[in-house]
């Protein structure tokens, strides 16, 4: 048996199947739709065949037929509802800002395709188009004379110093113009501003890199001068998250990164608080804003843990060959690298040193018995210096 589509007077076979009814006996052909292409053909209301024919795409009527030695025929009318639909959008948006779409989300210029899935399972193809606006920043620098003015926008401006005027682009994106304006009349007008670390400004033919105060004399058109004073700093002049370090994390769970004095932070993570945890190794970086500055750093934390020295220093020993605590000797673990230790007797006088660990006091000097009584011990183990008492027990 098959099942042949008719549109306009064409036979299509759509599938070749085993008979699935008595083509001797009447049936209905229903056929249900859903989304693009879908055909599910019901044969006395029970399912007998599922196919998908891509080409149906519009609303219309189509014919339907089952033939094997006769043709069953019928005619089926649909419109073109639950099918695959494909979206198209072009959108603008302001740099610094993101566009979404279902839970993507994209800030950069670019041809962005998704598949969506509708409430009734088809497919919903979302085409964007996405383009960045920039922000812009015109800087302006202009002189006049005492007795002048100076139309600025919508302000009228007769001092020196600096002005800003705010405007926005077809798009709704903010850009901003900066004027410095001098008024010449023989004085010092001083002009603060401020660059980001690692750019320059130019000034009288210079370029600037590093903070201070720069002067130039100006004179304009009509004979006037002044001498300018630019007095420069630098934004984020630092972002150090410090040396790259080791971390036993068995030991301190948890280490500190911070950041302060800036606008906004943004870590690796996301995060965007000034002070964040680290509890695992890892490289971890950091990227903060101040004005129209940014400035990144990357940390590399890495794991390693060392045993911990543990040193018993006896307070007191015995020299009596019972085999019983006869030696003055300090237990280290682990074994340390460099070991030295010194005892004086109570004058001062120096009784006893050794370089191995191995070799203790047995409260002689040059095979004499000293006498009991409390001596003084320097143990030195890997550059560390513990001091104490011994008592000597006759």
């Known amino acids: 048996m098959m099942l042949w589509k008719v549109v306009e007077g064409v036979f299509t076979v759509l599938e ?30 029970d399912l ?41 959008i072009e959108e603008f948006i302001c740099s610094g800002r993101f566009y979404e779409v279902d839970t993507n989300r994209y800030n950069e210029s670019g041809l962005y395709i998704d598949t969506l899935t509708t409430a009734l399972g088809c497919d919903s193809i979302v085409r964007l188009k996405l383009t960045i ?34 405007l926005q682009s077809m798009h709704g994106c903010d850009s901003l113009v900066e004027l410095n304006l001098i008024v010449l009349g023989g004085d ?33 058109d009509d004979g006037c001068f002044g001498i300018t004073e630019l007095r420069v700093s630098v934004g984020l002049p630092g972002l150090d998250l410090g040396e790259d370090q080791s971390v036993c994390f068995e030991g301190s769970p948890e280490i500190a ?14 995060r965007n ?16 804003y101040e004005g129209n500055c940014s400035a990144t750093d990357t940390i590399q934390i890495d794991e390693e843990c060392t045993p911990t020295t543990q040193i018993y220093i006896p307070n007191a020993f015995s020299p009596n060959a019972d085999e019983v605590n006869d030696v003055f000797i300090p237990s280290i673990v682990p074994l340390p690298a460099a070991f030295r230790m010194t005892i004086f007797n109570r004058w001062g006088g120096l009784v006893h040193q050794s370089t191995n660990i191995s070799y203790g006091w047995d409260g002689r000097v040059n095979g004499e018995i000293e006498p009991a009584g409390v001596y003084v011990y320097v143990i030195e183990v890997d550059g560390v210096l513990n001091t104490g008492t011994i008592t000597l027990i006759r």
């Open 16 to 45: 070749s199947i085993e008979p699935v009814v008595d083509l001797n006996q009447w049936f209905i052909l229903r056929v249900e739709r859903f989304c693009d292409g879908e055909i599910s053909l019901f044969i006395d209301d």
């Open 48 to 88: 007998k065949i599922s196919v998908q024919d891509r080409s149906i795409t519009d609303p219309g009527k189509i014919g339907l037929a089952a033939w094997a030695e006769s043709t069953y025929f019928d005619d089926v009318t649909f419109e073109k509802v639950n099918s695959d639909t494909v979206v198209d």
């Open 133 to 166: 606006v920039p922000h812009y920043l015109v800087t302006e620098r202009d002189t006049i004379c005492g007795h002048e003015i100076y139309l600025f926008g919508a302000d009228t401006l007769r001092s020196s110093g600096r002005y800003n005027q705010a």
């Open 188 to 220: 010092t007008t001083t002009t603060d501003t401020s660059m980001c670390q690692g750019s320059f400004i130019i000034f009288k033919n210079d370029s600037i890199f590093q903070a201070g105060s720069y002067f130039d004399t100006i004179f304009s």
């Open 257 to 270: 990164l911070r950041v302060t004095g800036v606008d906004c932070i943004s870590w690796c993570d996301g």
């Open 273 to 288: 608080q000034e002070t964040i945890a680290i509890s695992a190794p890892g490289t971890y970086w950091v990227e903060v």
